[in-house]
């Protein structure tokens, strides 16, 4: 194709004209969509979210009638409260940009908010499920609160207010307890990790009965440190029962629901655990007056008792002389029996001895040899008479055998002829012919013959 083609389809190249390879077209477009959308608010519905290895958050934007791809890298994920999730409807500052190796125009995610429900409050009801669904807030995990309380650890501000009203109510309700302070932030960036540490620390170094953490009321974000995954499972691994005191009696934390009694305030949970040293050194006083008056009443019940039981009690030398005539009641009474049973065993032992004699082995031994004797003669006639009947009847029986055997026939003159070599007995004339051979056995020995003439019976 020459040039005249090329300008008869409206495809023409002028001197001046740039060529464009592919990176460098996608490279400046890049360029205009960066300058001219530097930061942009777009609002969408998050799908397909996936988190690789790397961190980051790679999701697309949609609307009714387009979607785009978006990145969100892990570096700007610092301020973000909740977890993004597909269906969720968002609002993103982003920097629109291309992805040049596919040529893809994409959105760069700087911030992201919840449309319709606030960044806490959405990041609030994903941690407290996600929480719920370990078991974290199963009443059974619920630890009670000792009765008297000697030692109390508190974890909050050592400056806020919380801590001002846990030291007045105790000190007016019961001023020998022993108030132990964490200082720790209750707000702002790091407060979580320092009040997870707070509560650590007093379970692994410094023990008390009890623990207060908590702090005085204030906005949702002043308390969000308290609905933090790391303060919560602090709580929840803490050996020492744990009261929540965070803010007014609305506001309700994650922490509030871990632990194991919930305060409304810093001072309510002061109440719970300092008791009225007045009123309990009344109930302390009751309970030893209606201690005094059982041991008293038990006392004066033993005392009748065993009033009563001397009473009953008989001198132990008539009982001993009762015991002894009883005794030599018994004694005489086993004498007699010994004795009656000693004559009927005697009389038995009579009886078994004659009865022994009678049948003595040596008795039977001997009446049996003269028994075994007398059958063996009969048994020696037996046999004799016996052979002699079996010995004639069988010379008789030879006498007749010998008649009818052949060679008893031979020996009076005649003889077998059979075939030459078939061994064929020879009954007839018809079975030779002549010149045959033939063998002949007579009584003693036999003859090998040859026919010379046959004669055939007429």
Not at 6 to 23: A, I, K, P, T
Not at 121 to 140: I, N, T, V
Not at 161 to 167: G, L
Not at 185 to 201: H, K, L, S
Request: include cysteine.
């Amino acid at each position: 194709m020459d040039a005249d083609d090329v300008s008869q389809f409206g495809v023409q190249q002028s001197s001046e004209s740039r060529v464009y390879s592919v990176s460098e077209l996608t490279r400046e477009i890049r360029g205009l969509l960066e300058d001219h959308f530097p930061f942009i608010w777009v609002e969408g519905e998050i799908s397909n979210f996936k988190v690789p290895v790397s961190g980051h958050y790679y999701f697309v934007l949609k609307d009714a009638d387009s979607q785009i791809r978006c990145v969100m890298f892990r570096s700007q994920q610092r301020w973000m409260r909740f977890l993004p999730e597909d269906g969720l409807n968002v609002l993103c500052q982003a920097r629109v940009s291309v992805y040049e190796p596919r040529g893809e125009y994409q959105l760069l995610v700087d911030a992201m908010e919840p449309r319709g429900v606030g960044a806490l409050q959405l990041a609030y009801e994903q941690l407290k499920q996600r929480l719920d669904a370990e078991g974290l807030f199963d009443p059974e995990h619920k630890k009670p609160i000792p009765f008297l309380t000697q030692r109390l650890g508190v974890v909050t501000s050592a400056t806020g207010a919380a801590i001002r009203d846990i030291i007045r109510v105790v000190r007016q309700r019961y001023s020998n307890l022993e108030i132990y302070l964490y200082p720790v932030r209750v707000q702002g960036e790091g407060a979580a990790d320092e009040i997870a540490e707070g509560i650590v620390t007093f379970n692994d170094e410094f023990p008390v009965d009890v623990l207060i953490v908590g702090r005085g009321g204030g906005s949702w974000e002043d308390l969000w440190a308290f609905n933090e995954e790391a303060v919560v499972r602090a709580i929840f691994r803490s050996a020492i029962p744990v009261i929540s005191a965070v803010g007014h009696e609305v506001d309700v934390t994650l922490a509030d629901l871990v632990a194991d009694v919930r305060a409304p305030t810093p001072s309510a949970a002061a109440d719970l655990v300092a008791q009225n040293k007045e009123a309990l050194e009344g109930y302390v006083a009751d309970l030893y007056q209606r201690l005094t008056g059982r041991v008293r009443q038990t006392l004066n019940l033993t005392s009748e008792r065993l009033i009563s039981r001397q009473q009953r009690l008989r001198h132990p030398a008539a009982r001993l002389a009762d015991l002894r005539l009883r005794l030599d009641e018994h004694a005489q009474r086993l004498e007699s029996a010994i004795r009656r049973v000693l004559n009927t065993e005697r009389q038995s032992f009579l009886r078994l001895r004659d009865h022994l004699v009678h049948v003595s082995p040596a008795r039977r031994i001997a009446e049996s040899r003269g028994l075994v004797n007398h059958c063996w003669r009969d048994l020696g006639l037996f046999a004799r008479h016996s052979l002699l009947e079996k010995r004639q009847s069988l010379e008789s029986t030879l006498t007749q055998l010998d008649g009818l055997s052949p060679l008893g026939i031979m020996a009076r003159g005649y003889s077998i002829t059979t075939t030459w070599p078939k061994g064929e007995v020879v009954r007839s004339a018809k079975q030779v012919r002549k010149d045959d051979k033939i063998r002949v056995r007579l009584h003693e020995g036999s003859l090998d013959c040859k026919v010379t003439r046959v004669e055939e019976a007429e």
